[in-house]
């Protein structure tokens, strides 16, 4: 269970932090819906009906949420969802949507700029490899570092069929990998720097 502590203060009646918890989530939110490939306006309209959903909330409600990040993915995907299907531009299975994952490096080195852009890049075609479900579920889980019952259910399947979709995901990752970033690759996705 992850636990933030300024939201934990906002629940608990500090009204100032939602601020604080608004930016430390909203690009993970917009990146997010991008990668559901939903509009910029979509994505924008739903980050403020969730936060607003959020502010509006009692402390019995907001005492509930023991998990923020997995609580705003889950309700960003959910609002996304239900934005589509009122202006009718949902087919009827979410799943054949594509994901796209925001993809970069996270160093601190100057002179490997050029380097970790190139690396960047393949990561990116490797992930094109995937299947939509598998990006979106490799992504949840290494990048947002939720568990496999949450993930499981903001993509409402079973955990152990989610543990299957990251595993053959991230074998098949390393199967198609240039033997130079194999290494590099497990590790980095395993430390959550790509994405």
Request: proline share 3%; net charge negative; aromatic share 10%.
């Amino acid at each position: 269970m992850q636990t933030d502590p300024d939201f934990s203060r906002f629940a608990q009646g500090e009204r100032g932090l939602f601020r604080v918890v608004y930016d430390r989530y909203i690009h993970d939110l917009y990146s997010y819906g991008r990668g559901l490939c939903y509009s910029h306006d979509n994505c924008l309209d739903a980050i403020q009906d969730v936060f607003t959903r959020i502010y509006g909330m009692g402390p019995e409600e907001l005492a509930r949420i023991s998990n923020i990040r997995y609580y705003l993915l889950r309700s960003m995907r959910n609002r996304l969802t239900d934005i589509s299907r009122r202006s009718g531009n949902l087919s009827e299975n979410i799943e054949d949507h594509p994901f796209i994952a925001d993809v970069s490096v996270a160093t601190h080195e100057m002179d490997s700029m050029e380097e970790d852009r190139l690396l960047a890049g393949q990561v990116r075609r490797l992930l094109e490899l995937l299947t939509p479900r598998q990006r979106e579920a490799v992504y949840l889980r290494f990048m947002q570092e939720m568990e496999y019952e949450q993930i499981a259910d903001i993509l409402k399947m079973e955990p152990g069929s989610v543990r299957t979709l990251v595993f053959r995901g991230i074998a098949r990752i390393r199967s198609c990998a240039p033997a130079e970033i194999k290494a590099v690759l497990t590790l980095s996705i395993l430390a959550g720097k790509f994405f």
